[in-house]
């Protein structure tokens, strides 16, 4: 049987979840009512309802986050919701907090977050043996450690961030929001100081960087190397952004269905994992929405550049250089700017600046400032209203294919529709043969009433008509039978979706590690009796229950100051010598960075104000 590739969306709302789905998504994400890792981006119990059921008709799945940790008192409520949950046909559950597992869990598949930080097989293997269905990957993982993992485990499905915002540290293993905000990542509020700019010092007090956005990566876009991954052992390939809007989802959603079509296309061992092809309004482009510029971080090793120390904010799609500047005008290389466009530049000092576009004539572009524009000056767009336009409306329709048979005999007529999923409905009518005047007509007119399936989900891929010369049926009943065996066949395919209820069994697995400090996250008694039964003691609360958090790292990061700005003393490549430490600064705090080369990890470490 051919392997399923699943095509993972963010839902923000129920209303961003259903455009995912239509737009061409097997699955989508989306928060608990609370405790969710993305706190802003919970949603009503109604609102999963509606999502579910959109998603169920095409046989495409939702998953529920509840993934921050959780107090001793939050560990009732969150059994609470989880049951209702799962009595709303949620698929799957993605958590972080092992203290759930010492509860009583409905039998719905649990998924491990990332921000169980899933970084070695070791750890997968531990999850494998606990009872999760499917584990999420850490980000900066490379296709060899992605590849032994999947060596390394049996059935456990490998999930993995394959587009959008990437977290500087580990998931799960950053302190620095609760160190500086009080906000805990950790528990979904997350004040994102990695996007703030900061002076980088040496040993001697200078300033080698200032006012850089040295922590802020750009985005992730692994939309080239989707092959790799499924060679690697990923079967679901997920967007980040719960955050993101609508117009955002549609368009990246969109872009990455048919990047993973095109490979399905090509390889007869695998096929899409829900029901269903998606017609579009408009080409797909991930440049033309949101993003920091892209990097596909250390998915190949490590080697280019992932910070955009210049910027933290939005640049958008690279249009060209002005090729003349007049004084209220400017001219580029492209046809297809128009009024409304949002521009953006840097400027002499690497400043982001941003503009819009009042007027376009002819190759002439009027902006609304002229304020540092001048020949050469590169270009992006943020802001693309042609697109805005066609996303902020029904862009797109998912549609199921049917086979519909209709036999016409002397009393009676019948229809019978079969879905691409073997699901079958038949409909009968009483009706007596009446021959027609014209017989070319009267089959015309059953041809063109049956294959109309409107606002419907489906779409007729083939139909077949007995007799040959079949007798006049008024189009009031065929439309009536084509109607009621749709309505019929939804409902069957609601009842035939095949949902998985998994029994959870605490076991005794051990653990990879014996001593666990306050990186394990353990925020509640229930954490602390888990990891006893798996072997493991926990010498330190998680950081948010921590007396005394000085000189404790607030991040581990794969990504390398030194090696962003070649200072890497392994490659020598800038022959720049540095005192070390190195230290950020901000308005109000100093951190020293710390660097394991054998194994190459930075460590943030606040020295105070």
């Known amino acids: 049987m051919p392997t399923s590739l699943e095509l993972l969306s963010p839902a923000g709302s129920a209303d961003i979840g259903i455009a995912a789905i ?76 092992v203290g759930l597992l010492e509860l009583p869990l409905p039998p719905i598949p649990l998924i491990a977050s990332t921000q169980m930080h899933n970084n070695t097989a070791e750890k997968v293997k531990f999850l494998e043996a606990v009872g999760f269905k499917r584990v999420i990957l850490a980000r900066e993982l490379t ?57 980088l010092i040496d040993g001697d007090g200078n300033v080698i960087q200032k006012n850089k956005y040295l922590l802020s990566l750009k985005d992730l876009n692994l939309m080239n190397r989707i092959p790799e991954l499924i060679a690697a052992g990923v079967t679901s390939f997920k967007i980040e952004g719960r955050y993101k809007g609508i117009e955002y989802v549609k368009n990246v959603t969109a ?55 210049d910027t933290q904010k939005a640049i958008g799609q690279y249009l060209g250089e002005i090729s003349e500047a007049g004084t209220d005008y400017f001219r ?101 043969f009446e021959p027609p005047r014209d017989p070319a007509r009267a089959r015309e007119q059953i041809e063109k009433h049956l294959t109309s399936t409107g606002l419907t989900p489906y779409k007729v891929s083939s139909l077949t008509i007995q007799p040959q010369q079949p007798g ?71 950081f948010e229950a921590l007396a005394e958090t000085t000189g404790k790292p607030l991040m581990t990061t794969r990504y390398c100051i030194r090696h962003q700005l070649d200072l890497c003393p392994k490659e020598q490549r800038s022959g720049q010598k540095i005192k070390e430490p190195l230290r950020l600064r901000d308005a109000h705090y100093t951190y020293r960075l710390e660097f394991d080369c054998e194994q190459c990890r930075m460590f943030l470490i606040m020295e105070g104000k």
């Open 22 to 97: 239509d737009h061409g998504a097997d699955a989508v994400y989306i928060g608990a009512p609370k405790f969710s890792a993305r706190a802003d981006a919970g949603v009503s119990v109604s609102d999963i309802t509606r999502l579910v059921r959109h998603a169920h008709l095409y046989y495409a799945k939702v998953y529920v986050a509840l993934n921050t940790i959780l107090t001793d008192r939050e560990l009732a409520e969150s059994i609470d919701i989880i049951r209702e949950i799962y009595q709303l046909g949620a698929d799957a559950l993605i958590i972080q907090d």
């Open 143 to 199: 296709l060899s450690e992605i590849a032994d993992i999947r060596h390394q485990t049996s059935s456990i499905e490998l999930e993995a961030f394959v587009h959008g915002a990437l977290c500087v540290s580990y998931s799960g293993q950053c302190y620095m929001s609760q160190a500086v905000a009080g906000r805990s990542g950790n528990r979904g509020v997350c004040a994102q100081p990695c996007r703030s700019h900061y002076n």
């Open 255 to 309: 872009a990455y269905r048919q990047a993973i079509d095109r490979f399905i296309s090509g390889h007869a061992d695998y096929r899409e994992s829900s029901s269903g092809a998606s017609s579009l309004t408009f080409t797909p482009d991930p440049e033309r929405t949101f993003n920091r510029g892209y990097t596909q971080y250390f998915i190949a090793g490590r080697g280019e550049k992932v910070a955009s120390i």
């Open 332 to 432: 580029i290389a492209r046809s297809d700017l128009q009024n409304g466009d949002g521009l953006c530049f840097f400027t002499k000092k690497n400043d982001l600046a941003g503009f819009r576009v009042d007027r376009v004539d002819k190759e002439k572009i009027y902006p609304n400032s002229m304020n540092g524009l001048s020949t050469g000056t590169p270009l992006y767009r943020n802001h693309d209203m042609a697109l805005t336009r066609i996303l902020n409306k029904a862009s797109a329709k998912r549609r199921i294919a049917v086979e519909i048979d209709f036999v016409q005999e002397d009393t009676l007529i019948r229809l019978t529709v079969r879905d691409v999923d073997g699901n079958e409905a038949e409909g009968v009518k009483d009706i007596l």
């Open 472 to 542: 006049f049926l008024p189009a009031s009943l065929l439309n009536g039978i084509r109607r009621d065996v749709l309505e019929a066949l939804t409902q069957i395919r609601f009842g035939a979706y095949p949902s998985q209820s998994i029994e959870f069994t605490p076991n005794d697995a051990p653990y990879p590690e014996k001593k666990l400090d306050f990186h394990a996250n353990v925020f509640n008694a229930h954490a602390r009796f888990f990891y006893k039964r798996h072997g493991a003691e926990v010498t330190e609360p998680a």
